[in-house]
T-cell receptor
Framework: SQQGEEDPQALSIQEGENATMNCSYKTSINNLQWYRQNSGRGLVHLILIRSNEREKHSGRLRVTLDTSKKSSSLLITASRAADTASYFCATVPLSGSARQLTFGSGTQLTVLP | GAGVSQSPSNKVTEKGKDVELRCDPISGHTALYWYRQSLGQGLEFLIYFQGNSAPDKSGLPSDRFSAERTGGSVSTLTIQRTQQEDSAVYLC???????????FGSGTRLTVV
């Protein structure tokens, strides 16, 4: 079953606007990561936020984490057509033997020129 | 190499045949992961290696699937007696131990006809 669920499933915006994607998860986590995927092939790691962090920035990306609500958001500011891709959140559990990331089903972002 | 390398990039096979997929991780990355992704879906965890051992095989969908890793480096995922539902993109990723993001390969697109 999917640990992370992204919302919305699809998002279409105009170039220059901001895009916000949300992710909810179910179990306690060690960290949460966001990835980008173009054309259904390899994923690119965007940003990692640890469970004791609340906000993190990387260029035009801003990620927030609310562990009390078990949710995270990814904000892309001043979007560009090249940002068009699928975005996935993924979590690493806090405890147990599992070390692998568990991915959500993704948000398909389309940025219109 | 500079990135995670997967081969072949595309594979078409007849139902019932065996296939072998290869992953060459980033040098020095001790952790290696296999995922698969069906069309328009999120990533499904298959197996995780730490060094040559596989602490978590829980994602392998059936006993037709097996994987090994030798020398703490290259890994092969073998699917025996392939079925049409095995058609998917198989993604390999590697990471350093600790709170690091994964580096993904470009995947192998498997089509079973």
């Amino acid at each position: 079953s999917q640990q992370g669920e992204e919302d919305p499933q699809a998002l279409s915006i105009q170039e220059g606007e901001n895009a916000t994607m949300n992710c909810s998860y179910k179990t306690s986590i060690n960290n949460l990561q966001w990835y980008r995927q173009n054309s259904g092939r390899g994923l690119v790691h965007l940003i990692l936020i640890r469970s004791n962090e609340r906000e993190k920035h990387s260029g035009r990306l801003r990620v927030t984490l609310d562990t009390s609500k078990k949710s995270s958001s990814l904000l892309i500011t001043a979007s560009r057509a090249a940002d068009t891709a699928s975005y996935f959140c993924a979590t690493v559990p806090l405890s147990g033997s599992a070390r692998q990331l568990t991915f959500g089903s993704g948000t398909q972002l389309t940025v219109l020129p | 190499g500079a990135g995670v390398s997967q081969s072949p990039s595309n594979k078409v096979t007849e139902k019932g045949k065996d296939v072998e997929l290869r992953c060459d991780p980033i040098s020095g990355h001790t952790a290696l992961y296999w995922y698969r992704q069906s069309l328009g879906q999120g990533l499904e965890f298959l197996i995780y290696f730490q060094g040559n051992s596989a602490p978590d095989k829980s994602g392998l969908p059936s006993d037709r699937f097996s994987a090994e890793r030798t020398g703490g480096s290259v890994s092969t995922l073998t699917i025996q007696r392939t079925q049409q539902e095995d058609s998917a993109v198989y993604l390999c990723a590697s990471s350093q131990t600790g709170n690091y993001g994964y580096t993904f390969g470009s995947g192998t697109r498997l089509t079973v006809v």
